[in-house]
């Protein structure tokens, strides 16, 4: 009897259930039984899986999260999981693992592959879009519309109190997602990791706003994005900044602004609530073609791979590629977020 198991691991993210949906669907179709990982890798660990079939995945194409359930566990820091690892997928019989992650899951995957623990192909999932070896992965494009929407709903409120609204996103290591939603959304500022902040330059950019007649602005931070002063702002209490996730920076941000300009500033950290609800059309489709190419890629004995999405057409890529550095923002969209900056 043929087996493959898939799991899903790290962060959760719309369209993750699609990806299982699609697995299910077609591995049954090539003839094998497939086996659901629960809670990443911790379910290799406790040997916590069931099978899944057609009534276990009907009516999740639209559900956000994962049936399967996550963890961030990382088994490579402890021997005796990955002894535990080793024998609880030698017992399941299984051909091999699908699985369904970011950067670290993907990582994990390939250290165990290339030390005989599993055989494993991969499925890339992040919001912050910045896994190398695929134009997009799933779970972004539900991340920009919902960023996008929060943009939409913020204006009308800096408009009528004339404010300025900082947005900050996630994005620890690339700005796709700030990007993305602020040239959607009509952001007048879109401040990301790969360009470090000159804040003086964003004062003026506000002035020169309010000197026309805007007495409000729009300004999309990725929560990782480098600025002068972050992390060692507060006199009174050194070490709270220095403790503090990347999740304030959309607060200190808004802090300086206020404190250098006099103008009314608020901010609206969106976090968690951007990996959450359905899932757009866009990633539910792209979620079922990577997850049949997948099922196709295990067939075929291409272990050590990643299905990828490459000009719209789905592919493969080696697992080493996809994880060898991260995504960065592609400049021309910086360049055309500048065109409509408040300098202009």
Same mark, same amino acid.
């Given at each position: 009897?043929?087996?493959?198991? %898939?799991?899903?691991? $790290?962060?959760?993210?719309?369209?993750?259930?699609?990806?299982?949906?699609?697995?299910?669907?077609?591995?049954?179709?090539?003839?094998?039984?497939?086996?659901?990982?629960?809670?990443?890798?911790?379910?290799?660990?406790?040997?916590d899986m069931r099978v899944l079939d057609i009534k276990s995945t009907t009516g999740i194409l639209d559900k956000g999260g994962t049936i399967l359930?996550?963890?961030?566990?990382?088994? !490579?820091?402890?021997?005796?999981?990955?002894?535990?690892?080793?024998?609880? @997928?030698?017992?399941?019989?299984?051909?091999?693992?699908?699985?369904?992650?970011?950067?670290?899951?993907?990582? %994990?995957?390939?250290? !165990?592959?290339?030390?005989?623990?599993?055989?494993?192909?991969?499925?890339?999932?992040?919001?912050?879009?910045?896994?190398?070896?695929?134009?997009?992965? &799933?779970?972004?494009?539900?991340?920009?519309?919902?960023?996008?929407?929060?943009?939409?709903?913020?204006?009308?409120?800096?408009?009528?109190?004339?404010?300025?609204?900082?947005?900050?996103?996630?994005?620890?290591?690339?700005?796709?997602?700030?990007?993305?939603?602020?040239?959607?959304?009509?952001?007048?500022?879109?401040?990301?990791?790969?360009?470090?902040?000159?804040?003086?330059?964003?004062?003026?950019?506000?002035?020169?706003?309010?000197?026309?007649?805007?007495?409000?602005?729009? %300004?999309?931070?990725?929560?990782?994005?480098?600025?002068?002063?972050?992390?060692?702002?507060?006199?009174?209490?050194?070490? !709270?900044?220095?403790?503090?996730?990347?999740?304030?920076? $959309?607060?200190? !941000?808004?802090?300086?602004?206020?404190?250098?300009?006099? @103008?009314?500033?608020?901010?609206?950290?969106?976090?968690?609530?951007?990996?959450?609800?359905?899932?757009?059309?866009?990633?539910?489709?792209?979620?079922?073609?990577?997850?049949?190419?997948?099922?196709?890629?295990?067939?075929?004995?291409?272990?050590?791979?990643?299905?990828?999405?490459?000009?719209?057409?789905?592919?493969?890529?080696?697992?080493?590629?996809?994880?060898?550095?991260?995504?960065?923002?592609?400049?021309?969209?910086?360049?055309?977020?500048?065109? &409509?900056?408040?300098?202009?």
């Amino acid at each position: 009897m043929k087996k493959i198991g %898939i799991m899903t691991g $790290g962060a959760d993210c719309p369209g993750l259930n699609s990806v299982i949906r699609a697995v299910v669907r077609k591995g049954m179709q090539e003839g094998y039984v497939v086996t659901g990982i629960k809670n990443g890798w911790l379910g290799l660990i406790e040997n916590d899986m069931r099978v899944l079939d057609i009534k276990s995945t009907t009516g999740i194409l639209d559900k956000g999260g994962t049936i399967l359930g996550t963890s961030r566990v990382n088994p !490579l820091n402890d021997e005796e999981q990955v002894k535990k690892i080793k024998d609880n @997928y030698a017992r399941s019989g299984m051909d091999a693992l699908i699985v369904v992650g970011g950067e670290e899951t993907i990582k %994990i995957a390939l250290s !165990l592959h290339k030390a005989g623990v599993i055989r494993a192909v991969a499925v890339p999932k992040s919001i912050d879009n910045a896994l190398s070896g695929t134009d997009y992965a &799933f779970g972004f494009d539900t991340a920009v519309n919902i960023a996008t929407e929060c943009i939409d709903r913020l204006h009308t409120t800096a408009e009528s109190h004339h404010r300025i609204m900082v947005v900050e996103v996630m994005g620890l290591y690339t700005g796709w997602l700030a990007v993305q939603s602020g040239i959607a959304g009509g952001a007048d500022i879109i401040l990301i990791p790969e360009i470090p902040v000159n804040l003086e330059e964003v004062y003026e950019l506000l002035r020169e706003r309010h000197k026309r007649g805007k007495p409000f602005s729009i %300004i999309v931070v990725s929560e990782g994005t480098k600025i002068d002063g972050y992390m060692t702002h507060s006199s009174e209490t050194p070490s !709270l900044m220095e403790k503090r996730r990347f999740g304030s920076v $959309g607060e200190f !941000l808004a802090k300086v602004i206020e404190d250098n300009t006099s @103008y009314e500033t608020r901010v609206s950290v969106l976090g968690y609530i951007l990996r959450g609800g359905s899932p757009t059309a866009f990633d539910r489709v792209l979620g079922t073609r990577l997850g049949v190419k997948a099922v196709e890629l295990v067939k075929e004995h291409k272990f050590g791979k990643m299905a990828s999405l490459r000009e719209n057409k789905i592919r493969f890529v080696d697992m080493e590629e996809a994880v060898s550095h991260r995504k960065l923002v592609n400049m021309d969209l910086v360049e055309i977020a500048n065109v &409509f900056s408040t300098k202009h």
